[in-house]
């Protein structure tokens, strides 16, 4: 297997210190809100981090020019995809990708966990479509939290998706007869859902 690609600077040779594993989609609007997340709790809060993301899809001009010195990043190795369908969605070629990257994953967390003697790994943090990557946090023994830097009404939107999706009847959400209600006397048309929400109903609701 390709080995781990990591760009930045190691964590400072000094006293263990807590150590958070940021797992981030290759986009820009995944990536930047990661990057800032990942600098706070170096400066503000005295962690080291690690920012996970995709080594064949990663744009390096969306990465950071400058990154404290206890921040790290790390490209997953790529998988292969050719099986998946020309036309798929990126959001579904993003969670497959995510699925098949698992076993590199769980590689670099389990060097971070049992391998270094100057931080420890406190917990994992992926962004909301990285949720296969929590039962990895389960077997190491380290707390997950979910990162939705996005709006309220949309956490209300994903949210509700999924108990929808519980025991649906087949067909897509753009078929719903009557429009999708969110709390706050909101009432959303399924035409006008993103088509990346609307369309997929099988991998990228599977563990929300």
Not at 43 to 52: D, M, N, Q
Not at 153 to 167: A, N, T
């Amino acid at each position: 297997m390709e080995s781990l690609i990591s760009t930045g600077s190691a964590p400072a040779q000094s006293t263990a210190r807590p150590h958070v594993v940021l797992l981030a989609s290759p986009d820009v609007g995944h990536l930047i809100p990661l990057f800032e997340l990942a600098r706070r709790l170096v400066e503000h809060h005295g962690f080291a981090a690690t920012i996970v993301t995709f080594h064949s899809l990663s744009d390096p001009q969306s990465l950071p020019s400058s990154l404290p010195a206890s921040v790290t990043i790390a490209a997953l190795p790529a998988v292969m995809i050719d099986d998946l369908p020309a036309d798929a969605l990126r959001p579904v070629v993003l969670v497959e990708i995510i699925h098949r990257s698992l076993p590199s994953l769980r590689t670099l967390l389990r060097s971070i966990r049992y391998g270094s003697m100057t931080s420890r790994l406190a917990a994992l943090v992926p962004d909301f479509l990285y949720f296969p990557a929590l039962p990895l946090a389960a077997e190491l023994g380290v707390p997950a939290y979910i990162f939705f830097p996005s709006n309220v009404p949309l956490l209300y939107l994903m949210h509700g998706l999924v108990e929808l999706h519980d025991g649906a009847l087949p067909g897509e959400y753009r078929d719903l007869p009557e429009p999708f209600e969110i709390p706050g006397d909101c009432r959303c048309p399924a035409p006008t859902i993103r088509t990346a929400i609307i369309l997929v109903r099988s991998r990228f609701m599977r563990g929300w």
